[in-house]
């Protein structure tokens, strides 16, 4: 069972387009686009990113827009496996820090129909090299935007689906879509911590 969106939240002013929603909430939280207005009007494609620091490492969110006019099982399986090879660890530090999940990119599929939709969007959720890939379907003729189902999500996904929600105005309270990643962090600090004190206790006893 999928999160649906049917209705212009109160608290939205930016109009009953969720697509326009989101690009508005984008710019106020610090995203930027080499592409202009033309690219998405002209092409149906457009991509926003922001930095993200996190401890020791440095992390990117990324937004996808892309037009289409269906949405299949074979599209959300093509387009899940090409962003994730964009995106995952590619250098050896890279990789070695993947672990902090650092990278999280959202591939918004906009459909041109107007037809309800409900894939089963959590299975192609993807993790890998650090990147965290979350389809989203907005099909702005009826404003609906549908999420990837939350009831089994944990972790890093949970968060980052709560702060797409609250960018789309579904939720008052900011969300920190990094506080797991970081807690992961210092308790792989902490761990590693303690095998080095047992280890060297060990040398010295």
Known sequence: MQELKAEKPIESP?????VLRLLE???EEGFTTE??????DEYGEVIYRRDEHLPLTKGETVFIFTRI???????????????????????????ALSVLQSTTVYHCLVCTNDEPHNEPL?????????????????????????YPNLEDKVGVVRPRVEYLQ???????????????????LWISLAIVALLLVA?????VT
């Open 14 to 18: 930016a109009g009953t387009d969720p």
């Open 25 to 27: 909430r984008l710019s």
């Open 35 to 40: 592409q202009g207005p033309e690219w998405w």
């Open 69 to 95: 006019p269906e949405l299949n099982e074979r599209i959300l399986r093509q387009t899940s496996e090409s962003v994730v090879q964009t995106y995952r660890a590619k250098s050896a530090t890279q990789m």
């Open 122 to 146: 959590s299975e192609y959720i993807t993790r890998s090299g650090g990147a965290t890939f979350i389809p989203v379907v907005i099909v702005p003729g009826i404003n609906e935007v549908v």
């Open 166 to 184: 609250y960018l789309l105005g579904e939720r008052r309270e900011p969300v920190n879509m990094h506080k797991t990643t970081v807690q992961a």
């Open 199 to 203: 280890v060297i206790f060990s040398f």
